[in-house]
Nanobody, 117 residues
């Protein structure tokens, strides 16, 4: 059993910053990637950023230069530093964990980010 617990969401003004954290626990080995996705109501879940165990990163074009993903392998934790937030980025952010031996990813329960204008 694997659990992902996100924290750090909340309300921030336009242009502000938030730092999301996601701690993974359970039977975890051979991690391929950890990452963050977001899903607005009525829309598909979209990639925000991912990071491999070797710290290779991938970002959505819309967040490049503003968001930074990082991880602590010893703590099995992934972070997302979000700067210069925009109101249209108001939505639920989900943590994601992919292991090399399993095709189905694990998901956290989500954390709400609200950016006021």
């Amino acid at each position: 059993q694997v659990q992902l617990v996100e924290s750090g969401g909340g309300l921030v003004q336009q242009g502000g910053s938030l730092r999301l954290s996601c701690v993974a626990s359970g039977t975890i080995f051979s991690i391929y990637t950890m990452g963050w996705y977001r899903q607005a109501p009525g829309k598909q879940r979209e990639l925000v950023a991912t990071i491999t165990e070797g710290e290779g990163t991938k970002y959505a074009d819309s967040v490049k230069g503003r968001f930074t993903i990082s991880r602590d392998n010893a703590k099995i934790t992934v972070y997302l530093q979000m700067n210069a937030l925009k109101p249209e980025e108001t939505t639920v952010y989900y943590c994601n964990l992919v292991m090399t031996w399993r095709t189905v990813p694990y998901w956290g329960q989500g954390t709400q980010v609200t950016v006021s204008s």
